[in-house]
């Protein structure tokens, strides 16, 4: 623990020390590296509980997206690489003999803080107006349904031949603590190991917030019930 508090602290220290103006490779990278190890954190944070592996399938996810992180790092000047790859390394290592989540999350947390101070980079893209859930709708019938189906639900008509399965974006319960943030990174980064591919370059960052919102509300139950009088529009006067 005490190890951790100093990757904690001495990471963006040098990070601010020595800030650097980044190349679009760069940018990219680190946003790529931010995403991938952020997510990885979250999935390792569903398998384990109390030391105990409660979900296997989140734990190799978090491996998927280590391992992603880490090849993404090859984009950085060779010092910086070298630097994020043995962190990242750490992290493997403590996922793999099941350590405490908080763990993970800490140099994780401390890593992307770092190469966010260092390249001047702010790793949460955000766009400059609200993201349009009809954008998001349309964009999500074009470029996901053909895998997670028209509602979401992992059942598009070419599932049947991906291993592993699309997942199931209506599932509620396996998606309680998900939030568009996280839509959004997996939209952008894509999931290694898996069909689903990133759209970094053929989505804009406003259709990628759109597509991530709107695939992000397809856990929430239907609408039903009837609008109450003191709400429903008056009629208009016959003109």
């Given at each position: 623990?005490?190890?951790?508090?100093?990757?904690?602290?001495?990471?963006?220290?040098?990070?601010?020390?020595?800030?650097?103006?980044?190349?679009?490779?760069?940018?990219?990278?680190v946003?790529?590296?931010?995403?991938?190890?952020?997510?990885?954190?979250?999935?390792y944070a569903?398998?384990?509980?109390?030391?105990?592996?409660?979900?296997?399938?989140?734990?190799?996810?978090?491996?998927?997206f280590?391992?992603?992180?880490?090849?993404?790092?090859?984009?950085?000047?060779?010092?910086?690489?070298?630097?994020?790859?043995?962190?990242?390394?750490?992290?493997?290592?403590?996922?793999?003999?099941?350590?405490?989540?908080?763990?993970?999350?800490?140099?994780?947390?401390a890593?992307?803080?770092?190469?966010?101070?260092?390249?001047?980079?702010?790793?949460e893209?955000?766009?400059?107006?609200?993201?349009?859930?009809?954008?998001?709708a349309?964009?999500?019938?074009?470029?996901?349904?053909?895998?997670?189906g028209?509602?979401?639900?992992?059942?598009g008509?070419?599932?049947?031949?991906?291993?592993?399965?699309?997942?199931?974006?209506?599932?509620?319960?396996?998606?309680v603590?998900?939030?568009?943030?996280?839509?959004?990174r997996?939209?952008?980064?894509?999931?290694?190991?898996?069909?689903?591919?990133?759209?970094?370059?053929?989505?804009?960052l406003?259709?990628?917030?759109?597509?991530?919102?709107?695939?992000?509300?397809?856990?929430?139950?239907?609408?039903?019930?009837?609008?109450?009088?003191?709400?429903?529009?008056?009629?208009?006067?016959?003109?």
């Open positions: 623990m005490i190890l951790i508090r100093l990757i904690a602290l001495l990471f963006p220290l040098l990070a601010i020390a020595t800030r650097q103006v980044p190349s679009r490779r760069c940018a990219c990278a946003r790529r590296i931010a995403g991938s190890a952020q997510l990885a954190a979250q999935e569903l398998g384990v509980d109390g030391g105990r592996v409660i979900a296997p399938a989140e734990i190799e996810e978090a491996k998927l280590l391992t992603e992180a880490v090849r993404a790092a090859a984009a950085l000047p060779g010092g910086d690489a070298e630097l994020v790859r043995k962190e990242l390394n750490r992290v493997l290592t403590i996922v793999g003999r099941t350590g405490p989540p908080d763990s993970v999350a800490a140099i994780v947390d890593l992307v803080q770092g190469l966010s101070d260092r390249y001047q980079v702010d790793v893209e955000v766009p400059a107006t609200a993201p349009s859930l009809g954008q998001g349309a964009l999500f019938q074009a470029s996901c349904a053909r895998c997670h028209s509602l979401g639900r992992g059942d008509k070419d599932a049947a031949g991906l291993d592993p399965k699309p997942g199931n974006l209506a599932s509620a319960p396996g998606l603590d998900a939030s568009p943030l996280d839509f959004y997996r939209v952008t980064i894509g999931v290694a190991g898996t069909a689903m591919p990133g759209f970094a370059t053929s989505l804009s406003d259709e990628r917030w759109a597509v991530a919102l709107y695939a992000s509300t397809l856990r929430l139950p239907a609408p039903g019930g009837s609008v109450p009088p003191a709400l429903t529009p008056s009629p208009l006067p016959p003109g």
